[in-house]
């Protein structure tokens, strides 16, 4: 795998934003650690840090030059849930709701298998939930749901280098 290209993660950081993955802070602590690194600025890093509002961020993504690598955003975004789910900081349940909300990309046919089998399996756990309450069947229902993470998210294993630190993901 090569590295992210600026395009790459800014049209990740798009994906993220647009799906509300990510808050504009994150965004734009970003942006102001690539004005730290570089001696002159890019136009579209710098309407990137002074943006306020989704629709400035989005303007100033779109901005950055150069085309994307395929599947390298959605990589970098699925690799910053990974971390995140990992270090304990989202819940099976959460990352689900994400992933399974994640529009305007196209997931691996595997992935995108996966997506489903995870949403089914939360689906099944609370009708179970619901019929029983809280009881053995149901704990090992949820289980089963929170088991089938890993498979989602570890394909994407090999970006987590390449997540900027500021990508925050959030519920």
């Known amino acids: 795998m090569t590295t992210p290209t600026q395009k790459d993660l800014a049209d990740s950081f798009l994906v993220a934003v647009l799906n509300g993955v990510v808050d504009l802070a994150c965004v734009r602590r970003w942006a102001d650690r690539l004005i730290e690194d570089s001696s002159v600025p890019e136009v579209w ?3 990137l840090a002074t943006s ?18 395929e599947g390298t ?4 975004l699925m690799a ?4 995140k789910w990992r270090a304990g900081e989202l819940h ?3 990352v689900r709701t994400i992933v399974w909300r994640l529009t305007g990309v196209e997931f691996p046919s595997a992935v995108d298998h996966q997506r489903s089998v995870v949403e089914v399996l939360y689906e099944d756990a ?3 939930s619901v019929q029983l309450g809280s009881c053995a069947r149901t704990d090992r229902a949820f289980q089963r749901a929170d088991d089938a993470i890993p498979a989602l998210l570890d ?7 390449f997540v900027p630190p500021e990508y925050d993901v959030v519920p």
């Open 126 to 128: 609370e009708a179970v």
């Open 155 to 161: 394909p994407f294993r090999s970006f987590e280098p």
């Open 45 to 47: 890093v710098i309407d």
């Open 80 to 83: 910053a849930i990974r971390i």
């Open 52 to 69: 306020k509002t989704i629709a400035q961020v989005i303007t100033a993504l779109n901005a950055c030059d150069g085309a994307s690598t």
């Open 92 to 94: 099976g349940m959460e």
């Open 73 to 76: 955003p959605l990589g970098i």
